[in-house]
């Protein structure tokens, strides 16, 4: 699940990398006929079964939570003629290896174009709020 935060809007990425960080890099191809992800030399066609959204608060914090579910389809061996291919830079930042919540920054020709808390457990435990206010709280000392 995505989690988006409503008042996060600048923040300085050099300070970002004084947490857990790792990187990795997709090839997204966008078509017509369907979106999908270029893993390891195969692409895989990407199905996004679409659910509401959740507005949640954690403490002053105004969020949005996608409980959008995306899962990987067959393996394709061809794409459409007319199609669009997007390199995005992933950086995801942790507030230690074994955190429960990831914050991924995705950038296309360096240029930040999406932000969001990833969430794999339910947003309801005290531990995973906790978390997340941990990291904003750390951000918002560094917004710009």
């Known amino acids: 699940m995505k989690l988006y935060v409503k008042n996060l809007h600048e923040f300085n990425k050099s300070k970002l990398n004084q947490l857990y960080k790792r990187e990795k890099n997709i090839t997204m191809i966008?078509?017509?006929?369907?979106?999908?992800?270029?893993?390891?030399?195969e692409i895989y066609e990407i199905n996004i079964k679409d659910e509401e959204i959740e507005c949640v608060q954690i403490k002053e914090y105004e969020c949005i939570l996608d409980k959008s579910i995306i899962k990987f389809g067959k393996n394709q061996?061809?794409?459409?003629?007319?199609?669009?291919?997007?390199?995005?830079?992933?950086?995801?930042?942790?507030?230690?290896?074994?955190?429960?919540?990831?914050?991924?920054?995705?950038?296309?020709?360096?240029?930040?174009?999406?932000?969001?808390?990833?969430?794999?457990?339910?947003?309801?435990?005290?531990e995973i709020k906790n978390e997340i206010y941990t990291f904003l709280s750390d951000i918002n000392n560094r917004i710009i």
């Open 77 to 126: 061996n061809q794409i459409p003629f007319d199609h669009i291919l997007v390199n995005i830079k992933k950086e995801i930042y942790k507030l230690n290896e074994d955190s429960l919540v990831e914050f991924i920054v995705e950038n296309v020709n360096n240029n930040i174009k999406d932000y969001y808390f990833n969430v794999k457990d339910n947003l309801n435990t005290y």
């Open 30 to 41: 966008y078509s017509l006929k369907g979106i999908y992800e270029i893993q390891k030399d």
